[in-house]
């Protein structure tokens, strides 16, 4: 979701303006307002002094008619599977590498934009959508952990075009072991978020974004306390490239996510997350794309009540490649 | 009684002044590039012609001429704005009134507005804030091409219509009428002016502009393999279809 929603207001606000134009890429002139009028071919008006000339570039600029929609309603469907190296799967305190595996994610994704309201300074979307996921692993020894994950979410999302936006979101999570078929872990998480979009040169964006959160978990009662020992408050900064190397988009970012659990033997534990993320992907055509991301975490965990049993401090390193196909509607 | 009639004369001298610092001109140039003549009407002969550069002010009734590649930026004292594409002459008779005789001109009005433009043949007003381009055409009309804007325009024979960003307008005929709208690509028109980009500061406006790009971008359903030209007359705009098989011919 995160992914599509920055690059639609990526290819909105800022980027878009200067990716390359590549005409012909949605749809032909096929309706009839447009046939209706004598086309005449460029090389028979040479001397012209208003028109747009014979290169895209003029002083009024290119006029390409384009078809609108009369609501604000739109709906993009995504597929991704990817394959990846995970160094750390049980996210275990100690060395890199533990319990190494291939694992392979299939998502299904949907969003519907239910509108376009313009409020003063800014434009409010509101969306919908959700996600399925199912995620397995090649070690047989993490069968067990294969999972469906399902998510679900609300969106308001404000634009003010001076590259702030912000959100203001409610998601559901639910998560499902396979071999299991029981339900390991469900939350749900209002937050909200600042963005700033920015340029750094004409092939080069940056966006900063802070969000704040809350989880209000339920999860396996291992020690037969408390299911919602994963109750939390989470704070996360992150900040991103996007490098336009022309077939190629690289995508550096850093987040950094701080959670605060408050509930039961987890009570005034804290948890810092840094991870560092290197994504390339190279679009095949306009609705497939292909990806390699690479990415490494670290947790710093303190204040734990069971840390007799063990801290929650670990690192783990992530890579792989991945198929997205994309379409809207 | 001396000192008196000094201070007498001293405040007079200062608002004199301030009268001039801030009514002596109705336009100053921001921004020139090129060959920009000013024609006086009022002289006769080469008297009647100057050289525009920056800080060059330009009074009302006179007429501003740009040679090929050459381009303005003007000031009103209002803060609103307005910028001559090459190979262009306009005229503005007051503040509200342009006569665009060829060419093309960008307006950007932050506060407020009333603006009449007229072309050779037809006429049109608009009410209210936006950024706007008006081109004028073969046929004498214009195309008015918003950029983001929240107004009306109105002509003496089609009525009022509500301005959309991103929504071209055909002005034709006299007296005038709204010919077809067009809704065009904001984000290529963008890239591809240079009206916007040939200039080294961004307009006022551009935070709206965006927006107006990206409320397009939401409601975007497809784009035609065509680009929109001259109207050479009121019953025949150009339309350049490319694709694959005609990509030569642009």
């Given at each position: 979701m995160k992914n599509l929603l920055t690059s639609v207001l990526a290819c909105s606000?800022?980027?878009?303006?200067?990716?390359?134009?590549?005409?012909?890429?949605?749809?032909?002139?096929?309706?009839?307002?447009?046939?209706?009028?004598?086309?005449?071919?460029?090389k028979s008006n040479p001397g012209k002094k208003s028109s747009t000339g014979n290169s895209i570039a003029s002083d009024t600029g290119a006029q390409r008619p384009i078809l609108l929609k009369k609501s604000g309603f739109s709906a993009y469907i995504n597929y991704d599977s990817k394959f990846y190296y995970n160094s750390n799967p049980l996210a275990s305190s100690g060395s890199l590498k533990q319990q190494a595996t291939g694992v392979w994610d299939n998502t299904f994704s949907s969003i519907f934009g239910i509108g376009v309201f313009?409020?003063?300074?800014?434009?409010?979307?509101?969306?919908?959508?959700?996600?399925?996921?199912?995620?397995?692993?090649?070690?047989?020894?993490?069968?067990?952990?294969?999972?469906?994950?399902?998510?679900?979410?609300?969106?308001?999302?404000?634009?003010y075009g001076n590259g702030w936006s912000s959100k203001v979101g409610l998601n559901y999570s639910n998560v499902r072991y396979t071999e299991t078929d029981t339900e390991e872990y469900m939350d749900t998480n209002p937050y909200v978020s600042?963005?700033?979009?920015?340029?750094?040169?004409?092939?080069?964006?940056?966006?900063?974004?802070?969000?704040?959160?809350?989880?209000?978990?339920?999860?396996?009662?291992?020690?037969?306390?408390?299911?919602?020992?994963?109750?939390?408050n989470e704070v996360s900064l992150n900040y991103s490239l996007s490098y336009d190397m022309g077939e190629?988009?690289?995508?550096?970012?850093?987040?950094?996510?701080?959670?605060?659990?408050?509930?039961?033997?987890?009570?005034?534990?804290?948890?810092?997350?840094?991870?560092?993320?290197?994504?390339?992907?190279?679009?095949?055509?306009?609705?497939?794309?292909?990806?390699?991301?690479?990415?490494?975490?670290?947790?710093d965990s303190s204040?734990?009540?069971?840390?007799?049993?063990?801290?929650?401090?670990?690192?783990?390193?992530?890579?792989g490649l991945g198929l997205g196909l994309r379409a809207r509607f | 009684m001396i000192i008196s009639s000094i201070k007498l004369i001293l405040i007079i001298a200062v608002h004199f002044w301030t009268a001039i610092f801030l009514y002596g001109f109705d336009i100053m140039c921001t921004y020139q590039k090129g060959t920009i003549e000013l024609i006086?009407?009022?002289?006769?002969?080469?008297?009647?012609?100057?050289?525009?550069?920056?800080?060059?002010?330009?009074?009302?009734?006179?007429?501003?001429?740009?040679?090929?590649?050459?381009?303005?930026?003007?000031?009103?004292?209002?803060e609103n704005l307005f910028r001559l594409g090459t190979s262009s002459v306009a005229n503005w008779k007051n503040r509200n009134e342009l006569w665009l005789h060829s060419g093309s001109?960008?307006?950007?009005?932050?506060?407020?507005?009333?603006?009449?433009?007229?072309?050779?043949?037809?006429?049109?007003?608009?009410?209210?804030?936006?950024?706007?381009?008006?081109?004028?055409?073969?046929?004498?009309?214009?195309?008015?091409?918003?950029?983001?804007?929240?107004?009306?325009l109105t002509t003496p024979k089609g009525g009022r219509k509500e301005v959309v960003g991103g929504r071209m307008i055909l002005v034709l005929g006299a007296p005038s009428y709204f010919g077809d709208a067009y809704d065009i690509d904001l984000l290529l028109l963008l890239k591809s002016s240079r009206l916007l980009n040939a200039y080294p500061k961004h307009l006022p406006t551009m935070r709206n502009i965006l927006l107006s790009l990206y409320v397009q971008d939401i409601k975007l359903k497809g784009k035609y393999d065509a680009l929109i030209g001259d109207a050479t007359s009121d019953n025949n705009l150009q339309i350049w279809k490319f694709g694959e098989k005609n990509n030569n011919k642009l």
């Open positions: 606000l800022t980027a878009g303006l200067f990716a390359q134009v590549s005409p012909g890429n949605r749809q032909n002139a096929t309706d009839a307002s447009i046939n209706n009028f004598k086309a005449e071919a460029p313009e409020l003063g300074n800014s434009v409010v979307t509101p969306f919908v959508g959700g996600s399925w996921t199912s995620t397995d692993h090649s070690e047989k020894v993490l069968e067990g952990l294969n999972r469906n994950s399902t998510n679900a979410f609300l969106l308001f999302l404000s634009n600042l963005r700033y979009s920015h340029f750094i040169n004409d092939k080069t964006s940056g966006a900063a974004e802070l969000s704040i959160g809350t989880r209000n978990s339920k999860s396996d009662d291992l020690f037969g306390i408390s299911d919602k020992v994963l109750d939390r190629i988009t690289l995508s550096p970012s850093y987040t950094l996510l701080y959670k605060k659990y408050s509930e039961s033997v987890n009570d005034g534990r804290k948890d810092f997350l840094s991870n560092l993320a290197l994504r390339a992907d190279y679009n095949l055509n306009d609705s497939l794309v292909l990806y390699l991301n690479a990415s490494y975490n670290n947790q204040g734990s009540q069971l840390a007799d049993l063990g801290n929650y401090d670990y690192k783990s390193w992530n890579g | 006086n009407g009022n002289l006769t002969g080469e008297d009647a012609i100057s050289t525009i550069s920056e800080h060059s002010e330009v009074t009302y009734g006179q007429i501003l001429a740009s040679g090929p590649n050459s381009r303005g930026e003007f000031m009103f004292t209002n001109v960008l307006f950007c009005l932050p506060n407020r507005s009333e603006l009449s433009v007229s072309s050779q043949i037809s006429s049109a007003s608009f009410t209210g804030t936006g950024t706007f381009i008006v081109e004028s055409t073969q046929n004498g009309g214009f195309k008015f091409i918003p950029l983001e804007a929240k107004g009306i």
